[in-house]
Protein backbone atom coordinates (compact mmCIF):
# COMPACT_ATOMS: atom_id res chain seq x y z
CA UNK A 1 0.00 0.00 0.00
CA UNK A 2 0.93 3.50 -0.79
CA UNK A 3 -0.07 6.60 0.12
CA UNK A 4 0.56 9.85 -1.53
CA UNK A 5 0.22 13.29 -0.22
CA UNK A 6 0.79 16.53 -2.72
CA UNK A 7 1.85 19.72 -1.91
CA UNK A 8 3.05 23.17 -3.45
CA UNK A 9 0.41 24.31 -5.46
CA UNK A 10 -1.13 28.12 -5.51
CA UNK A 11 -1.99 31.12 -7.05
CA UNK A 12 0.84 32.53 -9.56
CA UNK A 13 0.85 34.91 -12.21
CA UNK A 14 1.33 33.91 -16.11
CA UNK A 15 5.46 33.50 -17.08
CA UNK A 16 5.85 32.27 -12.86
CA UNK A 17 7.16 28.72 -11.33
CA UNK A 18 5.89 26.63 -8.75
CA UNK A 19 7.68 23.61 -7.27
CA UNK A 20 5.00 20.83 -6.33
CA UNK A 21 6.25 17.93 -3.99
CA UNK A 22 4.88 14.47 -3.38
CA UNK A 23 5.28 12.52 -0.91
CA UNK A 24 5.40 8.77 -0.70
CA UNK A 25 4.34 6.39 2.42
CA UNK A 26 5.36 2.98 2.12
CA UNK A 27 8.02 0.71 1.16
CA UNK A 28 9.85 -0.10 -2.04
CA UNK A 29 9.65 3.83 -3.47
CA UNK A 30 11.82 3.61 -5.96
CA UNK A 31 10.38 0.30 -7.50
CA UNK A 32 7.41 2.74 -8.40
CA UNK A 33 6.94 4.53 -11.63
CA UNK A 34 5.73 8.48 -10.95
CA UNK A 35 3.85 10.36 -12.59
CA UNK A 36 1.96 13.63 -12.37
CA UNK A 37 -1.58 14.12 -14.03
CA UNK A 38 -3.63 17.30 -13.95
CA UNK A 39 -7.59 17.98 -14.52
CA UNK A 40 -8.91 21.47 -15.14
CA UNK A 41 -12.84 22.37 -14.79
CA UNK A 42 -15.03 20.55 -17.03
CA UNK A 43 -11.99 18.22 -18.48
CA UNK A 44 -11.11 15.12 -18.44
CA UNK A 45 -7.50 13.96 -16.18
CA UNK A 46 -4.58 14.85 -18.48
CA UNK A 47 -0.88 12.92 -18.43
CA UNK A 48 1.99 15.98 -17.86
CA UNK A 49 4.71 13.25 -16.85
CA UNK A 50 6.07 10.35 -15.08
CA UNK A 51 9.46 9.03 -14.09
CA UNK A 52 10.62 6.03 -13.57
CA UNK A 53 12.96 4.80 -10.42
CA UNK A 54 15.88 4.84 -12.27
CA UNK A 55 14.99 8.68 -13.61
CA UNK A 56 13.96 7.75 -17.26
CA UNK A 57 10.93 10.49 -17.78
CA UNK A 58 8.31 11.16 -20.33
CA UNK A 59 6.40 14.38 -20.95
CA UNK A 60 2.95 15.43 -22.37
CA UNK A 61 3.91 17.47 -25.46
CA UNK A 62 1.86 20.29 -23.52
CA UNK A 63 4.85 20.96 -21.07
CA UNK A 64 7.58 19.72 -22.73
CA UNK A 65 10.33 22.28 -22.44
CA UNK A 66 8.42 23.69 -19.35
CA UNK A 67 8.15 21.09 -16.42
CA UNK A 68 10.61 18.82 -14.95
CA UNK A 69 9.98 16.14 -13.07
CA UNK A 70 12.55 14.72 -10.46
CA UNK A 71 12.51 12.55 -7.83
CA UNK A 72 14.75 12.04 -4.58
CA UNK A 73 14.28 7.89 -3.55
CA UNK A 74 16.18 8.61 -0.38
CA UNK A 75 13.31 10.46 0.52
CA UNK A 76 10.39 8.99 -0.95
CA UNK A 77 9.61 11.97 -2.74
CA UNK A 78 9.05 12.86 -6.39
CA UNK A 79 8.93 16.70 -7.88
CA UNK A 80 7.44 18.89 -10.18
CA UNK A 81 9.22 21.79 -11.26
CA UNK A 82 7.05 24.10 -13.38
CA UNK A 83 8.37 27.01 -14.81
CA UNK A 84 6.84 29.96 -17.94
CA UNK A 85 3.48 28.84 -16.81
CA UNK A 86 0.70 29.82 -18.66
CA UNK A 87 -3.09 29.91 -17.61
CA UNK A 88 -3.88 27.35 -19.23
CA UNK A 89 -1.86 24.84 -16.89
CA UNK A 90 -4.35 26.02 -14.27
CA UNK A 91 -5.82 22.61 -13.24
CA UNK A 92 -6.07 19.91 -9.87
CA UNK A 93 -2.59 18.39 -9.97
CA UNK A 94 -2.64 14.45 -8.39
CA UNK A 95 0.84 12.67 -8.24
CA UNK A 96 0.51 8.82 -8.71
CA UNK A 97 2.36 5.92 -8.18
CA UNK A 98 2.29 2.66 -10.66
CA UNK A 99 4.12 -0.73 -10.07
CA UNK A 100 4.74 -0.63 -13.67
CA UNK A 101 8.79 -0.50 -14.24
CA UNK A 102 8.59 1.13 -17.15
CA UNK A 103 7.37 4.84 -17.37
CA UNK A 104 3.51 4.90 -18.40
CA UNK A 105 1.44 7.59 -19.83
CA UNK A 106 -1.83 6.65 -19.14
CA UNK A 107 -3.86 6.54 -15.80
CA UNK A 108 -4.96 2.80 -15.88
CA UNK A 109 -1.34 1.92 -14.84
CA UNK A 110 -1.62 3.78 -12.17
CA UNK A 111 -2.27 1.34 -8.69
CA UNK A 112 -2.35 4.63 -6.53
CA UNK A 113 -2.91 8.31 -5.83
CA UNK A 114 -2.76 11.49 -4.52
CA UNK A 115 -5.29 14.17 -3.08
CA UNK A 116 -4.32 16.48 -5.32
CA UNK A 117 -3.09 20.14 -5.25
CA UNK A 118 -4.67 23.15 -7.01
CA UNK A 119 -2.35 24.94 -8.91
CA UNK A 120 -4.11 28.31 -10.35
CA UNK A 121 -2.08 30.72 -13.51
CA UNK A 122 -3.54 34.13 -13.52
CA UNK A 123 -3.34 36.22 -16.81
Known amino acids: QVQLVESGGGLVQAGGSLRLSCAASGRAFSNYCMGWFRQAPGKEREFVGAITGSGSTLYADSVKGRFTISRDNSKNTMYLQMNSLKPEDTAVYYC?????????????????WGQGTQVTVSS
Open 96 to 112: AASSSRVVAASAVFYDY
